[in-house]
């Protein structure tokens, strides 16, 4: 985020201590990255076939946090055309009543990618991580794994901070961290540090639900504005694609008896 004519840098919020000491747990941290990494190309691939609401809320607050008017609403839905093609339909959108931050393309971006974060197969080249230890999340026992980018792309968004992967689906269910990398050169774009949180849909893939920050943007003019967001990800639904019916052609369906003779 940006302020106008300014922008901003979010303080940490603190993470929860460890439950374990990495060392003693007798894991191979190598093997759970692989397995887990390949469960979350397959999560990637099935929420992609997935219809959802998203609702976006960010406020600008006073400093005893409570809400100054400043604020930026928006609820879409991920659906698909007729043909088949993923698309977001923008259901509310009031005007926009910040005025000492702005959203930049790299929010925007962040939205889509890096607060719902995936790492999947392909994408652990690009990242540093690390094995933590063992924690709780909502008695769900995981394992953590510090994640950070190896180098930073100009053009390219990238998650650094800490995931929580499920022991036994292997796939992630809480991310603590913040976007980093730049879309475009100029400009001071800072970013909130913010947690997601994921729910099993289907009885098997662990999607995100809920994320949250809250925390004061430093601006290096020594401004400080302190914002909330929430992002809720709702009513989650497998998309089954209809057949369509084309006129003129040859169907050889083999599964269906042949039509019966004519007789003379």
């Known amino acids: ?14 993470l929860p201590g460890w439950a374990a000491d990495p060392k003693a747990d007798n894991v191979n941290p190598d093997e759970i990255i692989q397995k887990f990494a390949a469960k979350e190309a397959e999560f990637r691939n099935a929420r992609d076939n997935y219809t959802y609401r998203q609702t976006v809320k960010l ?3 006073d400093p005893g946090g409570n809400s100054t008017g400043e604020m930026w609403n928006e609820v879409d839905d991920i659906i698909f055309t007729p043909d088949g ?20 393309p790299e929010d ?40 950070k980018p190896r180098k930073l792309t100009l053009g ?29 050169r100029g400009g001071d774009n800072q970013f909130p540090k913010f947690e997601t949180y994921r729910e099993q849909v289907d009885g098997k893939y662990w999607f995100p639900t809920y994320t949250h920050a809250d925390d004061t943007l430093h601006f290096k003019s020594g401004q400080n504005v302190r914002i909330r967001m929430t992002v809720r990800y ?22 269906q008896p042949p039509p019966p003779a004519n007789k003379k």
């Not at 390219?156 to 980093?180: A, C, H, N, P, S």
């Open 85 to 104: 093609k993923r698309m977001e339909k923008v259901v509310y959108a009031p005007v926009s009543t910040l005025h000492q931050i702005i959203l930049t």
């Open 156 to 184: 390219q968004r990238y998650f650094e901070g800490e995931i929580w992967v499920d022991d036994r689906d292997l796939q992630i269910v809480k991310t603590y961290g913040k976007g980093v990398g730049t879309i475009r």
């Open 234 to 255: 709702q009513d989650y639904k497998q998309f089954v694609g209809k057949a369509t019916i084309k006129y003129g052609g040859v169907v050889d369906d083999k599964t």
């Open 108 to 147: 925007t971006n962040d939205l889509q990618h890096v607060q719902p974060f995936v790492l999947t197969t392909a994408e652990i080249p690009d990242y540093q991580v690390d094995y933590l230890g063992r924690e709780k999340v909502d008695e769900i026992g995981c394992y953590t794994f510090s994640v």
């Open 59 to 61: 406020e600008v607050l």
């Open 1 to 14: 985020m940006r302020a106008v004519l300014l922008s901003a840098a979010l303080a940490a919020i603190c």
